[in-house]
């Protein structure tokens, strides 16, 4: 599963990319603006975007690239990698917590 993460701490990043393998995903993390964003995100399973370290136009290339792609979008305001593993719990298909997954159908397509 690769996921995309939009906002967060420039310190974090490594620590970001490391909870997202655990959970046997690959991150791309983009803490600042940056040109051709929506050319960079490509096409990943989840974007998570943390709305409390960036300016409104990160918000809105990302929320106008998840409508365009029908992509799921994680909201947390806060940026903390307790936030990020509970995105993950919610919506990673090698979780825990299968049963409340809002990916379920697309991890049942993966493992067919």
């Known amino acids: 599963m690769s ?8 310190r974090m990043i ?21 040109g051709a964003m929506k050319k960079k ?16 136009k990160m918000v809105n290339c990302a929320t106008d690239e998840a409508k365009r792609l029908n992509l799921p979008l994680a909201r ?4 903390s990698l307790a936030a990020l593993r509970a995105i993950l ?3 990673c298909p090698h979780c825990k917590n ?3 997954c809002a990916l379920k159908s697309t991890a049942q397509e993966l493992h067919l």
């Open 76 to 79: 947390s305001h806060t940026s």
């Open 89 to 91: 719990d919610e919506h």
């Open 3 to 10: 996921i995309v993460i939009i906002g967060g701490n420039d």
């Open 41 to 56: 995100i490509g096409v990943p399973d989840l974007i998570v975007l943390f709305t409390g370290t960036v300016s409104h």
């Open 14 to 34: 490594y620590q970001y990319k490391d909870l997202c393998k655990e959970y046997d995903c690959r991150a791309k993390v983009f803490t600042q603006m940056q």
């Open 98 to 100: 299968c049963d409340g």
